[in-house]
């Protein structure tokens, strides 16, 4: 059953603390605009803790030498709320459905805090948050401190995220299950959205495109903003305007992902317009290209973020000197860091709930994470050569080009997750000769 995966998670973060009583919220509705709020997205770790998608709610784990509980707080069933915004689940059915052990409406959290949090010392909380339900819970402890006749109160606060963020770091099988449905619609969007471009379509008819893929194939949204970007806007390294018109002889960059039960995809793929690379989009194309493979095949437990990121900087290095974009010798190159200007960026990121996966890239004794099976990060490398820079040769001035991938820490390697959307300049330019609607 489903919710055992929330349980498990719940006893092995249980496992890990003192005595004491550990507090993750949900997210909260944000609004947009009068009466209308943004969609619903809920807080990565209190869904990895309860697999529940509603706001309003309050995750309590309990740990005393005696025996541990899970309480939830959520929203009571209110038909009158419901008729118009859609079901709760609603504190009944709580128990059966989550696995919690105990379940209030959150409207009680006041009243029934004070004997939840009595006789422990150690609240563990994001102690920089100022989320109203933790706001309550220090000034519950707070009222506790004043009052003579119990024998223990709430004083010790300890940050949580650390806790939950190295339990996030390694992902189970279920979760990468998610991850690769993710990646089987993001896959079909990114090949429609290459074969549908035409030269005078505007961008946003292909993010348009790709957004209706991930509704259709059923992910209720994307993980991140899609970028769409012609020619030198993919120099704009978060451009979401997505509004220009798309010109042939320019390449596209596109970076779009889906979630599925809240996991993210992640992934790059940079095409040519109107079909065919040109000589030097090419050229700069296949250099980071085999730089990004040489990357992923350098990945494997024991190395490090930090090891691949010197990797890139040197093969990138490389790839610009060859073609006259950064001149010097390669040590002094490296050393001046003088590939920053067009390689700013890190070579990844952890991913999974959040597409920058909120895990450490560094251990409580400032040491490199070292990576071990299970973790899941991009590898994104990339080169932006804007319009206006004199120094660039004229024939690259304009082209961005990144390429990126998902990929899982196995036993033995890695195993590249998006192996299967088209990346070498063959499968790109054979995807761009087809009909879309072969792929929605
Ligand atoms: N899509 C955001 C990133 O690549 O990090
Ligand atoms: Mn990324
Ligand atoms: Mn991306």
Partial sequence: MKNTIYAKRRKKLLSQMHDGVALIPSAALQMR??????????ESNFYYFS???????????????????????????????????????????????????????????EEKLSGLLEGHLNLYLDIFSSNSYLRQAKKTAEKLSHTRDIERSPHNFIHLLPLLETMRLHKEPYETEQIRKALSITKQAHHAAMAAARPGMKEYELQALIEYIFKKEGSPHDAYGTIVAGGNNANTLHYIENSAVLKSGELMLIDAGCEWDNYASDITRTSPVNGKFSAPQQALYEGILDAQLKIIKAIKPGTSKQKLQAKSELLLTEVMRELGILKGSLDELIEKKSFKKYYPHGIGHWMGLDVHDTCPYKDENGKDIVFEEGMVLTIE??????????EIPEAFRGIGIRTEDDILLTSKGHENLSLDIAKSVEEIEKICAMDYREFI
């Fill in 33 to 42: 605009s009068n009466d209308t709020e943004f969609p619903f997205r809920q």
């Fill in 51 to 109: 697999g529940f998608n509603e706001p309003g709610a309050l995750l309590l784990l309990c740990k005393n030498k005696k025996s541990n509980k899970t309480v939830l707080f959520l929203r009571k069933r209110d038909p009158q709320a419901e008729m118009w915004v859609g079901k709760r689940l609603g504190v009944e059915e709580a128990c059966s459905v989550l696995g919690v052990d105990e379940a209030y409406d959150i409207e009680t959290l």
């Fill in 381 to 390: 490398p990339a080169i932006y050569l804007p319009l206006d820079d004199m």
